[in-house]
């Protein structure tokens, strides 16, 4: 965040403490008038972020990728896989569009509809990906 400060953007942060706070936390951000809602994290968060970005009422929000995960892969496609790249990106307020799968799956015998950016897996994938991901 130090870095954004230097560039001379505000920067408000909020912490997440369970599954869908990010969600619910950028989609207010996305009604807020900032001039872009931050990822930080990696691509879990990513995804969580961008889901509550298109969910909003504001769904074109622009977000920029922090890549502060183990892979960050997503934000690797958009060009911000280190933070001096985020940090230009921002100070540039380049844009790299990504495709979004909506997702609608039951959870607790209630339908919880999602979104994904670039890639959805579920089964063998998800598996593969949980079992190689290094535990933080």
Known sequence: MA???AAD???TVQATTCAGDASRLAAAAAEGGFEFVSAGGG???AREICSGVIGSANPH???LLLPLGTGN???HVAGT???AAAVQAAVRGATHAFDAIEVTCVVDGRNVVTHACCFAAVGL???VVRLT???V
């Open 43 to 45: 691509d879990g968060t």
């Open 133 to 135: 991901t290094p535990a």
């Open 61 to 63: 929000q622009p977000v």
């Open 9 to 11: 953007f505000g920067v």
């Open 3 to 5: 870095r954004l400060r």
């Open 73 to 75: 892969d997503l934000a």
């Open 81 to 83: 896989g280190t933070m």
């Open 125 to 127: 994938a998800a598996d």
